[in-house]
């Protein structure tokens, strides 16, 4: 006896009419399976978002409390004025430090074309068309 997975008494014509219009329903229906998952991905992401955010202003609270800190301690065996500005100083100088690592950053990633690319690419027609550098 044959298996009856692998024969069945349809033409092949109605076998290909019907997957004709099985195969749109699939696609839709894969579809929205994707947009559904996509959306709770989205959710999901949009709460790990506002989680870092929270954590960020979090740090940043605390920072502010370790300076104000730094400041009274200081003030412990300075006047008030020195300490703060003892304080000031150092931020600034930690302030100049970050922008001028930041500015070398920024030079280093312009410009902003691939440019080892390009010349890669270059090379690749050339040596397509047949000329020699």
Excluded: Y
Excluded at 110 to 131: F, H, M, Q, R, Y
Aim: with cysteine; aromatic share 4%.
């Amino acid at each position: 006896m044959s298996d009856p997975r692998t024969t069945t008494d349809e033409p092949l014509g109605a076998l290909v009419h019907r997957l004709s219009e099985q195969i749109p329903e699939l696609v839709r229906t894969e579809l929205r399976l994707a947009q559904a998952e996509l959306a709770q991905k989205g959710k999901r992401a949009g709460l790990g978002i506002g989680m870092f955010s929270l954590a960020g202003l979090l740090a940043f609270f605390a920072a502010a409390t370790l300076i104000a800190t730094s400041i009274v301690a200081l003030d412990l065996v300075l006047p008030l004025w020195a300490a703060c500005l003892i304080v000031a100083a150092v931020l600034l100088l930690a302030a100049l430090g970050a922008a001028l690592g930041g500015r070398n950053e920024m030079q280093q990633a312009t410009p902003v074309a691939p440019e080892v690319t390009i010349a890669n690419v270059k090379e690749d027609v050339s040596a397509l068309k047949g000329e020699h550098r």
